[in-house]
Nanobody
Framework: QVQLVESGGGSVQAGGSLRLSCAASGYTYSSACMGWFRQAPGKEREVVARLNTGGGSTYYVNSVKGRFTISQDSAKNTLYLQMNSLKPEDTAMYYC??????????????????WGQGTQVTVSS
């Protein structure tokens, strides 16, 4: 059974930092596409960043480039999202997602098979 468990959300002031973690189990971690999505109230869920667990380039949505960094610890089957210079518009529920195989052009929720329960990030001005 595939499980993705997020942690690390919280409340910070604008300009602050948070690091999200996603512990993965139940599938072949070394050959998967994993990413972070977010969903603000009244908005659609959008991709924030994603990577191939087997290596290769990463993807970031334009609004977080230069501020967020996606990374992984393969030994721990854990995905991270380091978020710096946080802005109020980053406030959302953040979800970890996974799909078997390479990321290729995966950017949409229906292209990912597995989801975590989400962790709330709130940034105050």
């Amino acid at each position: 059974q595939v499980q993705l468990v997020e942690s690390g959300g919280g409340s910070v002031q604008a300009g602050g930092s948070l690091r999200l973690s996603c512990a993965a189990s139940g599938y072949t971690y070394s050959s998967a596409c994993m990413g972070w999505f977010r969903q603000a109230p009244g908005k659609e869920r959008e991709v924030v960043a994603r990577l191939n667990t087997g290596g290769g380039s990463t993807y970031y949505v334009n609004s977080v480039k230069g501020r967020f960094t996606i990374s992984q610890d393969s030994a721990k089957n854990t995905l991270y999202l380091q978020m710096n210079s946080l802005k109020p518009e980053d406030t959302a529920m953040y979800y970890c997602a996974a799909a078997a195989g390479w990321c290729a052009g995966r950017l949409y929720t229906n292209q990912f098979n597995y989801w975590g329960q989400g962790t709330q990030v709130t940034v105050s001005s």
